[in-house]
């Protein structure tokens, strides 16, 4: 058990739909990842948060969003969806977000868009 | 382009089979090299991380070697157990952490 805890593990939704996935890092942590996994493309990095505030984005689309709550967990909107957004959506943690720092990661989201 | 390119896609062996996967990346930049585990309907588990050519790491019968150009992950003598998909990541030069992956390897071991 890595310590992060992600809900819900399945989701299925339709097209044009808004759904939030939630996150909550391990205890202490205060970075948060949120990747994306498809069959064809691997993990892409999403967006990081450190302790609330956007770190850094990477190919995020914006119908995307995220935010870091003074608690510390962390939310992944994701709204219009399309069927290409079927996918695997971890989030990962770790202490300070800084360079070289491992990354412990959640057991993912399952996102099925019809 | 920041690319981390594994092989082969997949890999089987039969127990006791000691054999190596590979990732190469493109030179620029690198911080770091990671090792991850990924087993079905899981999050990938830290393995190893590698800072300069020359360097390597071990645990049990897993071994990363790191060069100027590529990674090697050796397994030695693996176990039914073992099987799962390894991931290969390279830290970029962005000041932050931002891994970037590769597609991986399916590693199945018949006993």
């Known amino acids: 058990d890595s310590g992060v805890t992600q809900t819900p593990k399945h989701l299925i939704t339709a097209t044009g739909q808004r759904v939030t996935l939630r996150c909550s890092p391990r205890?202490?942590?205060?970075?948060v990842y949120w990747y994306q996994q498809s069959l064809d493309q691997g993990l892409q990095f999403l967006i990081q948060y450190y302790n609330g505030e956007e770190r850094a984005k990477g190919n995020i689309l914006e119908r995307f969003s995220a935010q870091q709550f003074p608690d510390l967990h962390s939310e992944l909107n994701l709204s219009s969806l399309e069927l290409g957004d079927s996918a695997l959506y971890f989030c990962?943690?770790?202490?300070?977000?800084?360079?070289?720092?491992?990354?412990?990661f959640g057991s993912g989201t399952q996102l099925s868009v019809l | 382009e920041d690319q981390v390119t594994q092989s082969p896609e997949a890999l089987r062996l039969q127990e006791g089979e000691s054999s190596s996967l590979n990732c190469s990346y493109t030179?620029?930049?690198?911080?770091?090299l990671f090792w991850y585990r990924q087993d079905p309907g899981k999050g990938p588990e830290f393995l190893f991380t590698?800072?300069?050519a020359g360097e390597e790491k071990e645990k049990e019968r897993l071994k990363a070697t790191l060069t100027k150009k590529e990674s090697f992950l050796h397994i030695t003598a693996p176990k039914p157990e073992d099987s799962a998909t390894y991931l290969c990541a390279r830290s970029v030069n962005t000041g932050f952490q931002k891994l970037v992956f590769g597609t991986g390897t399916r590693l199945l071991v018949s006993p």
């Open positions: 990962a943690s770790s202490a300070s977000g800084g360079m070289n720092e491992k990354l412990f």
């Open positions: 030179v620029s930049g690198l911080r770091g």
């Open positions: 590698l800072y300069s």
């Open positions: 205890s202490g942590d205060l970075s």
